[in-house]
């Protein structure tokens, strides 16, 4: 099945700085890769996504890059706030079969923003 | 107003005891899922229904159980050969047409004493 490996665990940064968070898979056949922000106490919630046939998504402050060939992709917060601690997961799916709406999540990365 | 509800938010359970965590939604999702929530783990799936009367199991099933007799509800069943339950546990649901955004409900968290 598919494995997804994020890093770092936990991140610091100061106001203003910019943050990145990567992930990588191993089953090539994954083609949607979604990033979850969960604040504090609250539920986790899609920020943005990306799917295979895209090399780069950007939402305002966010934006997702995708290597295929290395099997790996990356979250990009810049101008960052404190509104934006929370806890960030990455995932990844693959279509088909029983595997159908299935995503693998990454273990989480704890992002402190400090005023 | 439309959401996913997960109750009870927090509940404790004696050892040998099965528990069950209910899940409902009114966005007229056809799949829904549980995953676990452990400190340093992410999140891992133990069940997924994507049809009424249908579920499969995810990467940790054993010791869980689960049923989809309603497209609303997808209820959760903490059994006592589950050797550690104690956990946060998290409902979503999703429409067709994969991939799709998972829709959270705000979690239960079980403690076994």
């Known amino acids: 099945g598919e494995n997804v490996e994020q890093h770092p665990s936990t991140l610091s940064v100061q106001e203003g700085d910019s943050a990145v968070i990567k992930c990588t898979y191993s089953?090539?056949?994954?083609?949607?890769f979604p990033w979850y922000k969960q604040e504090l106490g609250k539920r986790p919630q899609l920020i943005i996504d990306i799917r295979s046939n895209v090399g780069e998504k950007k939402d305002q402050r966010i934006a997702v890059t995708l290597n295929k060939t290395a099997k790996h992709f990356s979250l990009h917060i810049t101008e960052t706030q404190p509104e934006d601690s929370a806890v960030y997961f990455c995932?990844?799916?693959?279509?088909?079969?029983?595997?159908?709406?299935?995503?693998?999540f990454g273990q989480g990365t704890i992002l402190t923003v400090h005023p | 107003d439309g959401g996913i509800t997960q109750s009870p938010k927090y509940l404790f359970r004696k050892e040998g005891q099965n528990v069950t965590l209910s899940c409902e939604q009114n966005?007229?999702?056809?799949?829904m899922y549980w995953y676990r929530q452990d400190p340093g783990q992410g999140l891992r799936l133990i069940y997924y229904?994507?049809?009424?009367?249908?579920?499969q199991k995810g990467d940790i099933a054993e010791g869980y159980s689960v049923s989809r007799e309603k497209k609303e509800s997808f209820p959760l069943t903490v059994t006592s050969a589950q050797k550690n339950p104690t956990a946060f546990y998290l409902c979503?649901?999703?429409?067709?047409?994969?991939?799709?955004?998972?829709?959270f409900g705000e979690g239960s968290r079980l403690t076994v004493l």
């Open positions: 229904s994507q049809i009424v009367n249908d579920f």
């Open positions: 995932a990844a799916s693959f279509p088909g079969g029983t595997s159908y709406g299935k995503l693998t």
């Open positions: 089953d090539s056949a994954s083609n949607y």
């Open positions: 979503a649901s999703s429409t067709t047409g994969w991939p799709g955004e998972l829709f």
């Open positions: 966005l007229n999702h056809d799949a």
